[in-house]
């Protein structure tokens, strides 16, 4: 399984719970899409998880820009995805950052909105907050491989409830 997180804004650890936590500690790969606030709370992460790769976010200091990329790319199930924390120009300019890294999808934070956009011409997914929502629901997302290629994901509270599902099929 493939989990993404992103936005833990935290000075204090990784500020996990419930649903994600057993997500992160069961998770083939973890993937955090920017904002820790502090490098210990990447070496929190790091420590919770047996695969872990990030991105920094606009919140995040020297000391963990010198240690995570701003963007990188991430294949996992046969998907290959597109990581950053946010790119000015909304919906077009992530679909744009995805196409220009030959990716089949995008993951991004920042807004702490969890959700999924397969309407584009690049699927956007972003897993939202788990520990500051913002006016929006504590969450993160979940990936598994589907038999016949391709990977079937949901956006989930960290209480373990599934409030959205989606597909992602790498185009041949």
């Known amino acids: 399984m493939l989990v993404v997180v992103s936005d833990t804004h935290s000075t204090d650890g990784h500020r996990l719970t419930n649903r994600t936590l057993d997500a992160v500690r069961e998770a083939d790969l973890v993937v955090h899409a920017g904002d820790f606030m502090r490098e210990s709370v990447l070496d929190a992460f790091i420590d919770e998880a047996d695969s872990f790769l990030a991105v920094y976010g606009n919140n995040d200091g020297s000391e963990i820009r010198d240690?995570?990329?701003a963007a990188r790319n991430v294949t996992y199930g046969g998907v290959e995805f597109a990581v950053t924390h946010t790119r000015r120009g909304g919906n077009t300019a992530l679909s744009m950052f995805g196409r220009e890294r030959g990716a089949d999808a995008v993951i991004f934070g920042h807004s702490h909105r969890p959700g999924f956009d397969g309407t584009g011409p690049i699927p956007l997914l972003n897993p939202g907050s788990h520990a500051q929502p913002r006016g929006n629901r504590?969450?993160?997302?979940?990936?598994?491989?589907?038999?016949?290629g391709g990977l079937r994901g949901r956006l989930v509270t960290v209480d373990g409830d599934t409030f959205e599902t989606f597909?992602?099929?790498p185009d041949e």
């Open 67 to 69: 240690r995570v990329p």
């Open 138 to 148: 504590k969450a993160h997302a979940e990936l598994e491989e589907l038999p016949d």
């Open 167 to 169: 597909r992602i099929v």
